[in-house]
């Protein structure tokens, strides 16, 4: 996990194996959400599945690194 996308400032770590699982969990919907939105700008965008697949995995790219410069 990259603590460096799109957040600033102190980031709380967690202590304890219960917190480290929702902080895990909590991540993983984010980044379910974030996969959810990049789906549906590709299927505005082409009909085709593999085509899909090509624009969700570059989405992913621009959006990480643009994460960097945050």
């Known amino acids: 996990m990259r603590i460096e996308l799109t957040h600033k400032g102190f980031a ?3 202590q304890t194996d219960w917190a480290c699982e929702r ?3 909590s991540y ?3 980044e379910a959400q974030m996969d959810a939105t990049f789906k549906e700008l590709a299927e505005e ?3 085709d599945k593999e085509t899909h697949s090509c624009i969700v995995r570059e989405i992913w790219k621009l959006f990480r690194a643009s994460s960097h410069h945050v």
């Open 12 to 14: 709380h770590i967690p």
């Open 23 to 25: 902080a895990l969990e």
């Open 28 to 30: 993983r919907r984010y």
């Open 45 to 47: 965008r082409s009909t």
